[in-house]
């Protein structure tokens, strides 16, 4: 199983991202995805997630508006596409994958990061 996270890096306060998260070794359209982060300091958290057949997603409140999750199960990849960023949105981004018949099967990346500052 792999799970690699790309696209993190500097920007500006009010720029955009896009992280994705390509995908290896396990069912991929059969899998919950999702994005984390982790500022230092404090816990991770959920940023946003999106189901097995993509119609469904969620989101935290802070980024709500602002960010936006979608995946491509022909690529095995999901996206976050992340505007109008903020400082307090440096963190250290994860992608997770949870299979959506049984929560036992999860696995992590190895995380990217993103710095909003100026």
């Known amino acids: 199983v792999q799970i690699v996270e790309s696209g993190g890096g500097l920007v500006q306060p009010g720029g955009s991202l896009r992280l994705s998260c390509a995908a290896s070794?396990?069912?991929?359209?059969?899998?919950?995805m999702s994005w984390h982060r982790q500022a230092p300091g404090k816990e991770r958290e959920l940023v946003a997630a999106?189901?097995?057949?993509?119609?469904?997603?969620n989101y935290a409140d802070s980024v709500k508006g602002r960010f936006t999750i979608s995946r491509d199960n022909a690529k095995n990849t999901v996206y976050l596409q992340m505007n109008s960023l903020k400082p307090e949105d440096t963190a250290v981004y994860y992608c997770?994958?949870?299979?959506?018949?049984?929560?036992?099967?999860?696995?992590w990346g190895q995380g990217t990061q993103v710095t909003v500052s100026s």
């Open positions: 999106i189901r097995s057949a993509g119609g469904f997603t």
């Open positions: 997770n994958a949870v299979n959506a018949y049984n929560y036992g099967y999860s696995y």
């Open positions: 070794g396990f069912a991929f359209s059969s899998y919950i």
